[in-house]
């Protein structure tokens, strides 16, 4: 959020040239046959993002296999709640932009950004309910998973046969040789592959940081018994030091070892530099009354504060009276709402579906100023209505949480 603001405020100021100049400078790649030339925002946008994607990745595979998706039907009220917080804002925007030059922009409202969700649940504190953290991680699992998939089958043009060819190659291999090898660099080398062959299949080259997040394992390749304190020599040395390590770190899966290694970076570095590269808006005057009178700023503002609001509460009731899920003891349907409004929160997914639908036209600057307006609006709002009323986690709170959706009525 720190990094939007000063973007903002860099390109509004006298020194607004330096902020385009530096982001649209080219770097590249020469090597004879190959070549590759990128924007520093495109290389950030391709490439840095990869990271951001393998760490989502990641956190899909392990709430599918051991977290919160992992039985359908105490996953049931997130997933529907997340369809619905996908289809009615992507709806809202295809109405309004029916037959026009934006119609391609669909995608942009239907993300929602966990890491600012989370943020603004925390500053909030006890004043919701667990169940509430839980159904909105769940939720923007779901989401993310249903954005990788809209970008992969709607924002991918021209694919190359051969190409995509190779990048699945270079998967299989990795998935084949993921229980045998453990060195790091094989899986980079490899990563490389897949990320160049969809990139030069034009298909979005990120995608192959979610295709390996999921293909980690999540079992760990050493048991988990300890070391005795007994066996550790008095005198430490170098060898023993490393042999414990090597233990431990064997002791828990990759998927959990990666998250907790790679989690920080992404968070701390390659979200805000993105932030900082694609929240620069230009807020002239003139921007800003063509802003206003495009139906791609209202379609985004309209998809992520209504729509969000309108499907999430509309698919967890449809969940809750048809029996498939029920809400916790001691969650009321304001919290519910309180969470569709603050899944209009979209930011950085959203900016990226924008990149691809609008590139750098005055649509995408439209489209922008829609997701950066929607989002301050849907963290008041959804504030707002969860503010009132301290909850506190009791352990009974915590328990009704972890069995949300469990049992049907």
Not at 106 to 124: F, Q, R, S, Y
Not at 203 to 226: E, K, M, N, Q, Y
Request: with cysteine; glycine share 10%.
């Amino acid at each position: 959020m720190i990094s939007a603001v000063i973007a903002l405020v860099w390109a509004n100021s006298p020194w607004s040239d330096s902020y385009r100049s530096l982001w649209e400078a080219t770097i590249g790649i020469d090597l004879s046959r190959w070549g590759l030339e990128l924007t520093v925002r495109e290389w950030i946008n391709d490439l840095a993002m990869v990271l951001f994607f393998f760490v989502a990745g990641l956190e899909i595979k392990r709430e599918v296999t051991h977290g919160e998706l992992r039985d359908p039907r105490q996953a049931a009220l997130p997933i529907l709640a997340a369809l619905g917080g996908m289809v009615v804002p992507a709806g809202i925007y295809a109405v309004l932009n029916s037959g026009g030059d934006g119609s391609h922009g669909w995608g942009v409202p239907m993300a929602t950004d966990i890491a600012i969700v989370m943020g603004v649940i925390a500053l909030i504190g006890t004043r919701v309910p667990a169940w509430l953290r839980l159904f909105l991680l769940a939720l923007a699992i779901v989401d993310d998973i249903g954005a990788i998939i809209v970008i992969a089958v709607f924002y991918s043009e021209g694919v190359s046969g051969p190409w995509l060819a190779l990048a699945a190659v270079s998967l299989t291999v990795a998935l084949a040789i993921r229980s045998r090898v453990p060195w790091v660099g094989a899986y980079l080398a490899l990563g490389a592959v897949c990320w160049i062959s969809l990139h030069e299949a034009h298909i979005h080259p990120t995608l192959a940081g979610v295709a390996f997040g999921l293909a980690s394992p999540v079992v760990p390749r050493g048991d988990r018994s300890l070391v005795d304190v007994a066996e550790v020599p008095s005198a430490l040395n170098a060898e023993t030091v490393s042999e414990v390590t090597r233990r431990a770190r064997e002791s828990v899966s990759v998927v959990e070892w990666l998250q907790h290694r790679l989690h920080p970076w992404s968070t701390f570095l390659v979200v805000p530099v993105f932030a900082l590269a694609n929240a620069g808006v230009e807020i002239s005057s003139d921007l800003v009354d063509d802003a206003l009178s495009s139906t791609v700023t209202w379609g985004v503002v309209a998809g992520l504060v209504l729509g969000k609001t309108i499907g999430i509460t509309l698919a967890t009731l449809l969940a809750v009276v048809t029996g498939i899920g029920r809400l916790p003891r001691g969650v009321t349907w304001r919290y519910v709402i309180g969470a569709g409004a603050l899944g209009g929160i979209g930011f950085t997914v959203s900016l990226f579906v924008t990149e691809l639908a609008f590139g750098e036209s005055i649509l995408g600057e439209d489209a922008r100023i829609g997701v950066l307006v929607a989002s301050l609006l849907a963290g008041i709002i959804g504030t707002l209505i969860v503010w009132p009323g301290t909850v506190g986690d009791s352990v009974d709170d915590i328990v009704a949480a972890s069995h949300a959706s469990e049992s049907t009525t």
